[in-house]
């Protein structure tokens, strides 16, 4: 029997002890989250978070390190892969989407914000040492 499975990405960029974040416009997701996306059919996983990336900020990514993996299931019952990366190489004038405004912020105060439900657990990933995986079990996320 084949699992259903949805590929989705995030990334942290970083520059000289900011991250960029995203004001996200999504009601259904609210908060303030890092930039990403759903990869798209026939993609690569590295060229989904370069495009949404760029969709998103107007930056353009380079050397992007995958750090992590994330997964659970959604509601349709598929397991829902969420890869994360981080870079801090990357061209281009920043600009906010339709996905969110996009600003910087000093690394250290992210946990003190508003973040959307699952992304806290995944701050140890983006941060530390990597790669870790972050798995969905008994009703709490935990870092293998």
């Not at 900011?18 to 996306?37: C, H, I, S, T």
């Not at 190489?89 to 996009?102: H, N, P, W």
């Not at 798995?135 to 870092?143: H, I, N, P």
């Amino acid at each position: 029997m084949a699992e259903l499975a949805v590929f989705t990405n995030m990334c942290v960029i970083e520059r000289d002890g900011y991250v960029l974040m995203q004001e996200r416009a999504d009601k259904n997701w609210p908060g303030v989250a890092f930039p990403g996306g759903h990869v798209e059919l026939g993609e690569s996983f590295t060229e989904a978070v370069k495009r949404e990336v760029r969709e998103e900020t107007g930056l353009t990514i380079a050397d992007p390190e995958l750090c992590g993996v994330k997964q659970f299931w959604d509601d349709d019952g598929a397991r829902y892969v969420v890869f994360l990366y981080r870079t801090s190489s990357f061209t281009g004038e920043l600009r906010s989407s339709e996905e969110g405004r996009v600003f910087w912020v000093k690394k250290e105060d992210v946990g003190k914000m508003r973040l959307p439900n699952g992304v806290r657990p995944m701050l140890p990933v983006f941060f530390g040492d990597f790669p870790r995986e972050l798995f969905w079990r008994g009703g709490g996320f935990e870092l293998l």
